[in-house]
């Protein structure tokens, strides 16, 4: 997930396909500014992902093919 915002904290990122069911949450390190997220697990189809930092919170679609 490519992010247009900075972020170098440790981010809870939520994952809800797009029923609005909640299908992962964790926290993670964005310190170097890059994480990677195991999304196998998840059917094709589209969902919202939820980055929340101390001080941002950031919305975005993703396409899991």
Not at 5 to 16: E, G, P, S, Y
Request: charged share 25%.
């Amino acid at each position: 997930v490519g992010s247009e915002m900075c972020i170098r904290d440790r981010v809870t990122v939520t994952l809800f396909d797009m029923a609005g069911k909640l299908i992962y949450k964790n926290k993670l390190s964005f310190l170097s500014g890059v994480t990677t997220i195991d999304v196998s697990f998840l059917k094709s189809g589209f969902y919202l992902i939820r980055l929340d930092s101390k001080s941002n919170t950031y919305y975005t679609k993703i396409v899991k093919r």
